[in-house]
């Protein structure tokens, strides 16, 4: 989903693409597997290793490994080490036999095309026009022609329309005749129009000639014009400035789908094993039905998970994804996708679901102008609530629903706008017979959570439909104040804003990881920091007990690509940035290269999150939550260890809960320091290998029924253990 700040600020804006994608190459490689176990607990992971070999009998260092279950895709896809290996740690939601294989696939060299636009231009909304001219000494005997645009685009060859294009889906190329190229100079010309947001273009275009293929891209050789030059489509303008470039094919505002130059369809969850190709042996694990273990919950104190349906092909496809999800870049039209989720809330002390529809009326008039992109989330709302029901039937304890709505503002059709998309919420949803008990009620009516940052529809005093409980929704309140309007948060910039109504807390947000108005990149902004942000959220709302305690966020895993944030300067980095920059919490990869980053934090901040929902549950505090809040995880481009260059190392920490005795931290084992009183110690590395370390930090004298581990799954210990928190770090001085 867009977050907050894009919602507000940048209506409609663009999605962007990870170039991690990878396909067979000619070569041949050999791969052999094992599973850690050969019968597993639904929705529990079971560990897959992979070692991989080229037809040479090397280690395929550097291969994309792709795991596959009952022949479809499912789970992170890993790159091969220095000695062809990679584990994968694989949930398996589908009681049954879970046949298992991985394929090896030896990665593309990054990709030359770029997408390109007018910089002035960028996210400006209207026309832009951009030539390219290229020479073909003995002509050409025909070509083809590959373009995606955001918004549309028509691309003319020697003055001659070739093609029209909408988006940048279904990609089918344009074969075109020998006459429309010339001898000599040729000129392409696109008049390319952004209908919202950020923008771009791509074209690949390849000329059958006598001394083989020539093929011209977009790239800076491209010129931009603004307004249309004379003479235009057909002759070649004079002045204007090169393009900026905007990321490559991977890498760009929006998904090509497909692209010549990449292959990442493999990537996505769901995706069928094609036939040969580089496949391992196969192994079996059998899935077994389990009880799953529900803690306690509180109807006076309900905890409210924020969670995205946005991952299909018309909107969001993991283009930018700041890491992998354990189950891999899925598909939101998956069935299992929506299982494992709800395994994962169930057992989390999760009680409602807030499905996130907020962009899906932006800038219409009617709910009946909705797009083809918003109409399939709605069918992913459906899935989504046809699984509670399924889980239901099954005799598991389900959380219940309800949606973020909006936006359109207090305009004229605003309201008419709102209205619609809760008529189809009421008619479709809440009333479905199928879904009887599953909608969440608040005051006693369905709940709607509708977002409106500028808090028009509150100061306009506009009624909404009086079927549902309303709650009006803004972000940042702690800077805003909207919350003295009566608001609730979407995610606040620095600690939670409580709203209150009737001298009772009614709504708080804790977050994973926040911002204000500058984005990611501003100093201010609050990252995961191991765990701290996150806590320091829960020692606000264990003093304020709200009503309705949303949990910011399971899942956006989207953001803007380099050169395409908001702002004047395209710098403002909102939705999410890096493994530590960003506000999501689903288990992902460890080790799996994302967008900016080379790996993500597995089941870290799974375990957290029910640490502390336990923690929230309980009359008075038993037991302990802590995490090291310094050293500072790595920088944007890094995996999440972070990278410590000298001997002597500051630690800080931060915790909620009971208050323990003392503190002990040992690295990989070995005592760095105990008896600690305080909240940082500053120790001694000599002695201590360069390399990646595990830090940890036990809480003496403490209690807790949940084990803050990386790698897994934590349900409620059987006996309390003493409190810790854990952070890679690695230890760097040879150069320095």
């Given at each position: 989903?867009?977050?907050?700040?894009?919602?507000?600020?940048?209506?409609?804006?663009?999605?962007?693409?990870?170039?991690?994608?990878?396909?067979?190459?000619?070569?041949?490689?050999?791969?052999?597997?094992?599973?850690?176990?050969?019968?597993?607990?639904?929705?529990?992971?079971?560990?897959?290793?992979?070692?991989a070999h080229t037809a040479a009998g090397k280690p395929a260092a550097g291969w994309r490994l792709l795991p596959y279950v009952n022949g479809a895709r499912w789970g992170a896809?890993?790159?091969?080490?220095?000695?062809?290996?990679?584990?994968?740690?694989?949930?398996?939601?589908?009681?049954?036999?879970?046949?298992?294989?991985?394929?090896?696939?030896?990665?593309?060299?990054?990709?030359?095309?770029?997408?390109?636009?007018?910089?002035?231009?960028?996210?400006?909304?209207?026309?832009?026009?951009?030539?390219?001219?290229?020479?073909?000494?003995?002509?050409?005997?025909?070509?083809?022609?590959?373009?995606?645009?955001?918004?549309?685009?028509?691309?003319?060859?020697?003055?001659?329309?070739?093609?029209?294009?909408?988006?940048?889906?279904?990609?089918?190329?344009?074969?075109?005749?020998?006459?429309?190229?010339?001898?000599?100079?040729?000129l392409l010309s696109v008049e390319a129009n952004n209908g919202a947001g950020p923008c771009g273009l791509l074209v690949r275009l390849t000329a059958d000639t006598p001394q083989?293929?020539?093929?011209?891209?977009?790239?800076?050789?491209?010129?931009?014009?603004?307004?249309?030059?004379?003479?235009?489509?057909?002759?070649?303008?004079?002045?204007?400035?090169?393009?900026?470039?905007?990321?490559?094919?991977?890498?760009?505002?929006?998904?090509?789908?497909?692209?010549?130059?990449?292959?990442?369809?493999?990537?996505?969850?769901?995706?069928?094993?094609?036939?040969?190709?580089?496949?391992?042996?196969?192994?079996?694990?059998?899935?077994?039905?389990?009880?799953?273990?529900?803690?306690?919950?509180?109807?006076?104190?309900?905890?409210?998970?924020?969670?995205?349906?946005?991952?299909?092909?018309?909107?969001?496809?993991?283009?930018?994804?700041?890491?992998?999800?354990?189950?891999?870049?899925?598909?939101?039209?998956?069935?299992?996708?929506?299982?494992?989720?709800?395994?994962?809330?169930?057992?989390?002390?999760?009680?409602?679901?807030?499905?996130?529809?907020?962009?899906?009326?932006?800038?219409?008039?009617?709910?009946?102008?909705?797009?083809?992109?918003?109409?399939?989330?709605?069918?992913?709302?459906?899935?989504?609530?046809?699984?509670?029901?399924?889980?239901?039937?099954?005799?598991?304890?389900?959380?219940?629903?309800?949606?973020?709505?909006?936006?359109?503002?207090?305009?004229?059709?605003?309201?008419?706008?709102?209205?619609?998309?809760?008529?189809?919420?009421?008619?479709?949803?809440?009333?479905?017979?199928?879904?009887?008990?599953?909608?969440?009620?608040?005051?006693?009516?369905?709940?709607?959570?509708?977002?409106?940052?500028?808090?028009?529809?509150?100061?306009?005093?506009?009624?909404?439909?009086?079927?549902?409980?309303?709650?009006?929704?803004?972000?940042?309140?702690?800077?805003?104040?909207?919350?003295?309007?009566?608001?609730?948060?979407?995610?606040?910039?620095?600690?939670?804003?409580?709203?209150?109504?009737?001298?009772?807390?009614?709504?708080?947000?804790?977050?994973?990881?926040?911002?204000?108005?500058?984005?990611?990149?501003?100093?201010?902004?609050?990252?995961?920091?191991?765990?701290?942000?996150?806590?320091?959220?829960?020692?606000?709302?264990?003093?304020?007990?709200?009503?309705?305690?949303?949990?910011?966020?399971?899942?956006?895993?989207?953001?803007?690509?380099?050169?395409?944030?908001?702002?004047?300067?395209?710098?403002?980095?909102?939705?999410?940035?890096?493994?530590?920059?960003?506000?999501?919490?689903?288990?992902t990869s460890l080790t799996a290269p994302a967008y900016r980053s080379r790996g993500g934090w597995g089941y870290y901040y799974l375990n957290l999150v029910r640490a502390l929902?336990?923690?929230?549950?309980?009359?008075?505090?038993?037991?302990?939550?802590?995490?090291?809040?310094?050293?500072?995880?790595?920088?944007?481009?890094?995996?999440?260890?972070?990278?410590?260059?000298?001997?002597?190392?500051?630690?800080?920490?931060?915790?909620?809960?009971?208050?323990?005795?003392?503190?002990?931290?040992?690295?990989?084992?070995?005592?760095?320091?105990?008896?600690?009183?305080?909240?940082?110690?500053?120790?001694?590395?000599?002695?201590?290998?360069?390399?990646?370390?595990?830090?940890?930090?036990?809480?003496?004298?403490?209690?807790?029924?949940?084990?803050?581990?990386?790698?897994?799954?934590?349900?409620?210990?059987?006996?309390?253990?003493?409190?810790?928190?854990?952070?890679?770090?690695?230890?760097?001085?040879?150069?320095?």
């Open positions: 989903m867009h977050h907050v700040l894009a919602r507000c600020r940048t209506a409609g804006l663009a999605m962007a693409i990870a170039s991690v994608g990878a396909q067979a190459a000619d070569g041949a490689a050999k791969v052999a597997i094992a599973a850690d176990s050969a019968s597993i607990g639904m929705g529990r992971p079971v560990a897959v290793t992979a070692v896809h890993e790159t091969a080490d220095a000695e062809g290996r990679a584990t994968f740690l694989i949930p398996l939601p589908r009681p049954g036999t879970a046949r298992i294989c991985v394929t090896a696939r030896e990665p593309l060299p990054p990709p030359e095309d770029s997408w390109i636009w007018p910089t002035a231009l960028q996210g400006v909304v209207g026309p832009a026009y951009m030539q390219r001219v290229f020479g073909l000494p003995e002509g050409a005997q025909g070509g083809t022609l590959w373009v995606a645009v955001d918004d549309s685009a028509s691309v003319y060859l020697n003055g001659a329309k070739v093609a029209e294009k909408g988006g940048w889906h279904d990609n089918a190329p344009v074969t075109l005749g020998a006459a429309a190229f010339r001898r000599g100079e040729n083989g293929q020539t093929v011209v891209i977009t790239n800076d050789q491209w010129r931009g014009f603004t307004p249309k030059p004379e003479g235009w489509p057909a002759a070649v303008a004079a002045g204007g400035e090169k393009v900026g470039l905007f990321g490559d094919s991977g890498s760009g505002v929006c998904t090509p789908d497909p692209w010549p130059t990449l292959g990442r369809n493999d990537l996505i969850a769901g995706t069928p094993l094609a036939p040969g190709g580089n496949r391992s042996n196969e192994v079996a694990v059998e899935v077994l039905k389990r009880p799953l273990q529900r803690p306690p919950t509180d109807p006076d104190h309900l905890i409210c998970v924020q969670w995205e349906e946005w991952f299909t092909p018309l909107n969001c496809y993991w283009q930018t994804a700041e890491a992998v999800p354990l189950l891999g870049f899925y598909d939101s039209s998956l069935r299992d996708v929506a299982r494992q989720h709800l395994i994962w809330f169930i057992e989390s002390g999760v009680d409602t679901i807030l499905a996130d529809w907020s962009n899906h009326i932006w800038n219409a008039k009617s709910w009946d102008e909705i797009g083809p992109g918003s109409r399939q989330l709605l069918a992913t709302s459906a899935l989504m609530m046809d699984e509670m029901a399924a889980l239901r039937e099954e005799g598991y304890p389900v959380p219940k629903m309800t949606f973020l709505g909006g936006i359109s503002y207090a305009r004229p059709e605003g309201p008419a706008a709102v209205n619609g998309e809760l008529k189809c919420i009421w008619d479709n949803y809440v009333s479905n017979p199928r879904y009887k008990g599953l909608w969440q009620d608040f005051d006693g009516k369905p709940l709607m959570e509708i977002l409106d940052c500028g808090a028009s529809y509150v100061k306009e005093k506009i009624t909404l439909d009086e079927r549902f409980t309303i709650r009006f929704v803004g972000a940042q309140q702690d800077v805003t104040k909207t919350n003295e309007l009566g608001l609730w948060s979407w995610m606040d910039s620095f600690h939670p804003a409580p709203t209150v109504v009737g001298g009772v807390v009614e709504a708080a947000t804790v977050s994973t990881g926040c911002f204000e108005g500058a984005g990611w990149l501003d100093p201010t902004a609050r990252g995961h920091r191991n765990g701290a942000t996150i806590i320091e959220d829960f020692a606000v709302v264990l003093r304020d007990r709200p009503r309705f305690l949303h949990l910011h966020q399971f899942n956006e895993f989207a953001g803007q690509p380099e050169g395409s944030g908001v702002g004047p300067n395209h710098a403002v980095y909102v939705d999410t940035y890096s493994a530590d920059l960003n506000d999501d919490f689903e288990p929902v336990d923690l929230y549950r309980q009359p008075q505090a038993e037991t302990t939550v802590v995490a090291i809040s310094a050293p500072a995880p790595a920088a944007p481009g890094h995996d999440i260890a972070t990278e410590v260059k000298g001997d002597r190392l500051a630690v800080k920490w931060v915790y909620a809960g009971r208050r323990p005795q003392a503190w002990t931290l040992t690295l990989d084992g070995k005592v760095l320091a105990k008896s600690v009183t305080g909240d940082s110690v500053t120790v001694d590395l000599r002695g201590c290998d360069d390399g990646r370390h595990m830090l940890r930090l036990t809480a003496e004298g403490s209690a807790a029924r949940y084990r803050l581990s990386w790698t897994e799954d934590s349900l409620p210990l059987a006996a309390p253990e003493p409190a810790y928190a854990e952070a890679p770090i690695r230890i760097n001085r040879t150069l320095h």
